[in-house]
């Protein structure tokens, strides 16, 4: 079931790499959250991406949007991949695939598809970005937030 701008996200609860349980609930409020979903840590492009999100969250946080990413890989691989990544934001782990089942964006690998979300801040998705290329996405996704806002 794809979820389209407008509806609620799915509540979810999940591991971050560090071990912590995090639940949607977490970022209601005021801010933006942006969960963006990788097919695979540690990966060439899934470290790009991953990476240029932390790179940018001055302007994020700044933009008060929070950001988070999602894997179905295990909590150690997503630990491995937040260091290599230097990652200063939760990557949590869809290991049952619930979230990524859910949402429409299981591949045929049993990946996530990349795939982001921006929601505001009572969780009602506003944009989705669908098989996104990593070369100028978190561009795109700051474009939206500012759109978002204006």
């Avoid at 979820?3 to 609860?13: A, L, M, N």
């Avoid at 929070?66 to 260091?83: F, R």
């Avoid at 939760?90 to 290991?95: R, V």
Wanted: some cysteine; glycine content about 8%; hydrophobic content about 35%.
């Amino acid at each position: 079931m794809a979820v389209e701008p407008g509806q609620p996200f799915p509540s979810f609860t999940a591991t971050s790499h560090e071990g912590e349980v995090v639940s949607l609930s977490n970022y209601r409020g005021n801010d933006n959250l942006v969960v963006f979903f990788y097919p695979r840590a540690t990966t060439r492009g899934c470290v790009r991406e991953t990476t240029e999100f932390g790179a940018r969250r001055g302007e994020l946080d700044a933009l008060k949007t929070k950001v988070v990413g999602v894997s179905v890989d295990d909590v150690t691989l997503q630990k491995e991949h937040a260091m290599q990544c230097a990652a200063n934001f939760p990557l949590l782990c869809d290991e049952d695939k619930s979230l990524t089942t859910q949402l429409g964006i299981l591949n045929e690998r049993g990946m996530a598809s990349r795939t982001t979300y921006l929601l505001d801040g009572s969780g009602v998705v506003r944009k989705v970005f669908n098989g996104v290329s990593v070369d100028g996405h978190v561009d795109e996704v700051l474009q939206a937030v500012k759109d978002l806002q204006a």
